[in-house]
């Protein structure tokens, strides 16, 4: 996926799956490499370090974060920094459990979605509570639109674009329906929330998270950008050194 005039450009999948074999992919912790990209662009350390200290700094007198703080910071990382690095940093490939659990963490977990208790809402109560708020309805109505899976496109998605979902995807952290990868050794994602208590609506819950863990569109996003992050993002160390000559 590249960024070009604020659209994404989707490369064809044999150019993509061309990077499958190359040893930069194979043998690196690549959100290692993606954190260290991010801090050498200057917006992108900064930014990332912001909502890094919003989202594990307590509430005085407390043990908590504040939340509210926390996605109000992951989200401006999300919208002020160019994609091929928030976007790197969110969605980098892990062949471990090291990696899984640096790409796990990213969002701060603890703070941006779980509860002190780690206990889960019900799936539906959290998804009222996000169409009273006019950002995450905004938000939660483009994930639903984009992400829309289906078995008549090569791209799993009924608008044929896995660009748009990853996008769509990423629109949602931050929110109170912040997603995040399920486990450090799986690239699977789900909210944090459950069916429980749901009563007669028990299938429009499982429906609600199916969206995330059993859909097509979204499962092959995250891989797309992910190839096409090896292939295509310039190099931090290059755009670094190339700012440095300028000054000097």
Not at 37 to 58: F, H, I, M, N, Q
Not at 157 to 173: N, Q, V
Not at 201 to 214: D, G, I, S, Y
Request: aromatic share 6%.
């Amino acid at each position: 996926l590249c960024n070009v005039d604020n659209k994404i450009e989707e490369k064809p999948l044999k150019r993509i799956g061309n990077c499958l074999g190359t040893a930069w992919f194979t043998h690196a912790n690549q959100c290692l490499k993606a954190a260290q990209d991010c801090g050498l662009y200057e917006k992108c350390g900064a930014l990332r370090s912001e909502y890094v200290l919003a989202c594990t700094k307590p509430i005085p007198g407390t043990s908590r974060c504040s939340q509210y703080k926390c996605h109000r910071a992951l989200r401006r990382f999300l919208e002020r920094v160019p994609e091929e690095y928030s976007l790197g940093v969110l969605f980098c490939p892990c062949t471990n459990t090291l990696c899984g659990e640096r790409r796990r963490k990213t969002i701060v977990p603890s703070c941006s979605y779980q509860d002190a208790e780690g206990l889960q809402p019900n799936c539906l109560h959290q998804q009222s509570f996000c169409r009273r708020d006019d950002l995450c309805r905004s938000r939660l109505a483009d994930f639903l639109s984009n992400c829309q899976p289906s078995t008549l496109t090569a791209s799993g998605c009924l608008k044929d674009s896995t660009g748009l979902c990853l996008r769509a995807y990423a629109g949602l952290i931050g929110t109170i329906m912040t997603p995040n990868y399920i486990s450090n050794s799986s690239a699977d994602v789900s909210l944090w929330c459950n069916c429980e208590g749901s009563g007669n609506q028990w299938q429009e819950c499982l429906k609600l998270q199916r969206l995330f863990t059993h859909n097509s569109c979204l499962r092959e996003s995250p891989n797309l950008q992910q190839n096409q992050a090896q292939c295509e993002r310039p190099s931090a160390e290059a755009d670094w050194g190339s700012r440095r000559q300028k000054q000097t």
